[in-house]
């Protein structure tokens, strides 16, 4: 009965990432405001999704909008973040998602740019 245990908690944990439901991105003010969707099965502070980033292509980061506290009660849940500034000529950036314990990763969301 031992050796069952041990095999199943041995046993990788599946990654639980963050989904993005949708995103409005305008220019603000020789910036710009990217406001994001998220849903993600939080269940507190052990297992919730914890922020989302705007990179480029190659994924440099350009902005990183921190989400501080479960939504376990709120879901989808909308953030918004200001101030991203995007090179002169980029048409596309990418959305990113981080949950606790997992961290980054996910698959990565191409925005178009107006």
């Known amino acids: 009965m031992r050796w069952l245990i041990f095999t199943l908690l041995a046993l990788p944990a599946t ?3 963050a989904k993005v ?4 991105a305008a ?3 020789g910036a710009w405001r990217f406001e994001v969707t998220l849903s993600h099965a939080d269940t507190g502070w052990d ?3 914890n922020g989302w980033r705007v990179t480029n292509e190659t994924g440099r980061v350009l902005g990183t ?3 501080l506290h479960p939504h376990v009660d709120e879901q989808p ?3 918004s973040l200001s101030g991203v ?4 000529g980029v048409k596309r950036v990418w959305i990113e998602t981080s949950t606790l314990p997992e961290g980054w ?3 990565r969301v191409q925005v178009d740019l107006p």
């Not at 439901?21 to 409005?24: Q, R």
């Open 15 to 17: 990654a639980d990432p």
């Open 21 to 24: 439901e949708a995103v409005k």
């Open 27 to 29: 220019p603000s003010g």
């Open 47 to 49: 297992d919730y999704a």
């Open 65 to 67: 909008r921190e989400l």
């Open 77 to 79: 849940f909308t953030r």
């Open 85 to 88: 500034k995007i090179p002169q």
């Open 105 to 107: 990763g996910g698959p």
